[in-house]
């Protein structure tokens, strides 16, 4: 079985700042991966790269069998889509979340765009009382749903996260990542997930990946991670940091 | 209209739930015209604007006498009078006909500038902004070099090589009043280009040509419509200064700034002469700024929830 997404000693430059030092990384079709790691460590980056946002400079990138250029093709964008995690910074200021979810239909010439939004509104469970407002009529869950909608709507395969509830308070977090974990299940979407939250990647994935200033630390499944069979210091770190304030 | 009807049609433009995409579009211009009519002195600016427009459309109608053909032997340099309320000037025109049809002549300069300057830069500006590297610095360096000269001298430069005539003042003043344009664009430009927003239809596979046109130039266009809006006094006297000079509209054209010119020898003794168009060109002018102050603050993407 041919990988969702492979990647191959991937290295990102910024201007110099080595962002990712040659990262390898596995996922298989319908399964749900996790990468973890402190700021700075290199996941957003290593997310971003796959979705052709950030320049790559060595190593490539393998999605359902075909490699990528630098440049992606459209047929590219049906196959990958990516959640922000900023949801007040990922929307269009100006658009209605109708406009929104057109866009990507008119730019791959989706003739049915009328069913296709009411389908993906009700997918992400936001009414048609949604569709014609604008983004600052929503609160921060709602634009995540339309976010998560807008990702959807092209049908892809895969879908990038980058922290996509950090954004939110801790109930709506839940019903997010329900939302996400329900939509993977009804369309056995393969999913990256980037979270610095370790309580959320044990919960949403099933293999994860630390870390660490632009490098792989280790490769971890989620049974490992709860109880606790980690091999390197960092990864200790992190998950003594993710358990909180003990009281003394 | 009961009191209830108004209600409920402000509430329909209100809604949290807009039903259609008309009625969004509707409530967001709804709550641009409350924030815009709140402001006095806007709508002051306003109803100049609006009555510049009905004069010019109906100065056919409005002028008692020709705006050409004057009473060389009876009426020259008349003060006003209820017969001729602005007086008469050197050639006995009513300057009160001239005024009203030289107000076709303001708008014909200010609608032509302002529709051949403000697409130019925003194109100019938002290409520079979002493409970056070379074809931003040879944009922005052109349009430095435009923006080296002092306006009215660059003007003067070009309606010299292209002859005068008010169209070409026209385009002198349009191709010099460009480049703040471009300026303000490129800079909005690069504010929304990192957006996650933008990232998101890059995403969607959407080529450059098309996240310009239809993503950053929207978010460019009312910081645009702002500047342009109280460019349009400084049109107004550019142009008003380009017929002084004689490089603008041609007599007998009643155009104001033409006018003024040809009232200079008598400013001391019949001060109407210069003396009314200069105020119509005051007032306009006022009318502009107010209008630009308020759509300002009524349109800026920064005040508010937008």
Known sequence: MTAAIAVDRLGVIFDRFHALKGVSLDVQ?????GLVGESGSGK???????????????????????????????????????????????????????????????????????????????????????????????????????????ALILEPSILLLDEPTSALDASVQAEVLNLLEEVRRRRKLTFLMVSHDLAIITHMCGRLMVMQSGEAVENLSADDLVERRVTK??????????DGFVRA | MSADAIQTRRDWLLSERPASRMQARLGRAYVAWRRFSANRL??????????????????????????????????????????????????????????LYGSRWTLYVVILVAIIAAPIGLLVGTVAGYAGGWTDAILMRITDIFLAFPKLILALAFVAALGPGIENAVLAIAITSWPPYARIARAETLTVRNSDYIKAVQLMGASPFRIVLRHIMPLCISSLIIRVTLDMAGIILTAAGLGFLGLGAQPPLPEWGTMIASGRRFVLDQWWVAGAPGFAILIVSLGFNLLGDGLRDALDPRSGDQ
């Open chain 1, 29 to 33: 079709p319908g399964e749900s991966f």
């Open chain 1, 44 to 150: 957003s980056t290593l997310l971003r790269a796959i979705a052709g946002l950030a320049p790559v400079a060595s190593g490539s990138i393998t999605v359902n069998g075909k490699k990528l250029g630098t440049r992606r093709e459209k047929a590219f964008y049906r196959e990958v889509q990516m959640v922000f995690q900023d949801p007040y910074g990922s929307l269009h200021p100006r658009q209605t979340v109708d406009r929104l979810l057109q866009e990507p239909l008119a730019i791959h010439g989706f003739a049915d765009g009328e069913k296709r939004i009411q389908r993906a509104l009700d997918e992400v469970g936001l009414g048609n009382g949604f569709r014609f407002r604008y983004s600052h009529q929503l609160s921060g869950g709602q634009r995540q749903r339309v976010a998560i909608a807008r």
């Open chain 1, 233 to 242: 210091d960092y990864t200790r770190n992190l998950l003594r940091a993710s």
């Open chain 2, 42 to 99: 806007a709508f002051l600016g306003l109803l100049i604007i609006i009555a510049l427009l009905v004069v010019a459309a109906t100065a056919g109608v409005l002028a008692p006498y020709s705006p050409t053909f004057g009473d060389l032997k009876g009426s020259r340099l008349l003060a006003p009078s209820a017969e001729h309320w602005f007086g008469t000037d050197d050639l006995g025109r009513d300057i009160l006909s001239r005024i």
